[in-house]
Structure formats: structure tokens, C-alpha cells
């Protein structure tokens, strides 16, 4: 499974993001999974989206400041990202597990390259 994160960038804070996971070379149903890495600390998970599980939004996450969502080809999974503020700079990644969501970054298969975002005025 291959995986293809974009959408980040540089936006002032307050702004919106709407971060794009595009997945390949899957078969059935997987689950997709949104984290953050920030420098000099450990990797976060945002949120995931199953068809088991629908939607999971972890921790300090809830709140509507971050959204999952995917297409009805469950080809492109999205992160809408709202309100940014200098502490969301991070890379964001999206990860792949053939179903059933959880937090734990390790049990996640395959990972995309991580997509930038920095929050700055």
C-alpha cells in the first residue's frame, strides 16, 4: 500500500488547512489514520477513519479543531484542520492499517512521506 500526503504549507494562525491522503494498492476496506510529529517530540495520533470503527478522534484532539472525512472510493482520506495556531506546526502523516483503527503508531503498515504544516504570523 502506498500512501501520498499533501495539502500542507505555510498559513497565519487562524487559518484552515484541508490536508489530502491518497491511497494505493489496497484491497477491501482499510483504515486510515492522521498523526503529527513536532520537532523534538513524539509522534501524535490525531484521528482515523474505519468502516468498523467510523470515526475516532483522540485526546487533546477533540474539540472540531480537526475533522476526518474520506471519499466514497475510500481512495483519499482528508484531515480539515481549522483554527490553526503556531503549536499545530508539525509534519503531518497519514497511515494505513487493513482495519480497525487505534492509537498506537507501531500497528500501522504503511505510512505516507508527511506533509509540512507551519503555523506563523
Known amino acids: 500500500v502506498q500512501l501520498q500526503a499533501s495539502g500542507g504549507g505555510l498559513v497565519q494562525p487562524g487559518g484552515s488547512l484541508r490536508l489530502s491522503c491518497k491511497a494505493s494498492?489496497?484491497?477491501?476496506?482499510?483504515?486510515i489514520g492522521w498523526f503529527r510529529q513536532a520537532p523534538g517530540r513524539q509522534r501524535e495520533a490525531i484521528s482515523c477513519?474505519?468502516?468498523?470503527?467510523?470515526?475516532?478522534v483522540w485526546g487533546d484532539f477533540k474539540g472540531g479543531r480537526f475533522s476526518i472525512s474520506r471519499d466514497v472510493t475510500k481512495t483519499t482520506t482528508y484531515l480539515q484542520i481549522d483554527s490553526l495556531q503556531p503549536e499545530d506546526t508539525a509534519v503531518y502523516y497519514c497511515a494505513y492499517k487493513g482495519s480497525y483503527c487505534n492509537q498506537y503508531a507501531v500497528t500501522f503498515e504503511s505510512w505516507g512521506q508527511g506533509t509540512q504544516v507551519t503555523v506563523s504570523s
Open positions: 494498492g489496497f484491497i477491501g476496506d482499510p483504515a
Open positions: 477513519i474505519s468502516d468498523e470503527d467510523g470515526i475516532i
